[in-house]
């Protein structure tokens, strides 16, 4: 049985989701507002948080961010935007995944379950050594999680930094988009793949524009490579 908290402002809704999870065997808990959600998923344990973006009190996104804090419970967003850049900024705050509504309830049931099963796996994890990669002026550290150029740190997002490491290990390899939403996002992943676009056009705003270089190449009708030399 998983612990399950909705943070939805439309009772409806969060009534139809949670007697749906109940149903399939899970513990529910209900909130209607961000600021009640954000102590909810604070003070207790969840194994999921649904999490809709537009909620009296505290947006969505700052729950989740405020959330991120502290937690890594998988959090799903909820939200009747459709737009990549608010998926994107979801995502940017540390969202698992979206759905937008009106939804399928069994998809959500779906992704939930894929959530669920990705915690699992990455708990019982062992980890692995971790590593520095160096090509050209740019160099990536996994363990602390920081890129530099010519020996000057560079901001990224989470998913800015996922997305360059991909690129990065895997240099001279032309990879798809499509390959890169999966390596990135997930296999689960069920959203577009001009997300990717969207993360390669702030990764060069932030690294080629600023620096002077062309770090990620574009393969015209293929996707995206980093070369070594």
């Known amino acids: ?19 749906e999870l109940m149903h399939e065997g899970n ?6 507002d961000g600021r009640s959600g954000l102590d909810k998923a604070l003070e207790e ?7 809709d973006v537009m909620l009296p009190e505290l947006s969505g996104i700052e729950v989740l ?42 998809e ?13 796996v990455s708990s019982a994890k062992v980890e692995e050594p971790l590593r520095e990669i160096k090509i050209g002026p740019v160099t ?24 360059l490491h991909v690129l990065m290990i895997n240099k001279d390899i032309v990879m798809s988009r499509d390959k890169l939403m999966n390596l990135v996002c997930g296999y ?9 676009d969207v993360y390669v056009r702030y990764i060069r705003t932030k690294l080629d524009d600023r620096f002077g270089i062309k770090f990620i190449t574009t393969v015209r009708g293929v996707g995206y490579v980093v070369r070594a030399n």
Do not use: C, W
């Open 65 to 106: 961010r405020r959330i991120r804090q502290k937690k890594e419970t998988p959090v799903i967003m909820l939200t009747a935007r459709d737009a990549v850049m608010d998926k994107v900024a979801g995502l940017d705050a540390g969202a698992d995944d979206y759905i937008t509504k009106p939804f399928a309830i069994e």
């Open 27 to 32: 513990e529910v808990t209900k909130t209607f």
């Open 1 to 19: 049985m998983s612990k399950i908290l909705i943070v939805e402002d439309e009772e409806k809704i969060a009534r139809f989701v949670e007697l």
């Open 45 to 51: 344990d969840f194994d999921l948080i649904l999490l």
């Open 108 to 120: 959500l049931l779906a992704r939930i379950r894929v959530a669920l099963k990705k915690r699992v």
């Open 140 to 163: 990536l550290n996994e363990d602390s999680h920081e890129v530099k150029v010519n020996g000057e740190r560079l901001e990224l997002t989470n998913r800015e930094f996922e997305l």
């Open 188 to 196: 689960d992943y069920m959203g577009e793949t001009n997300v990717i």
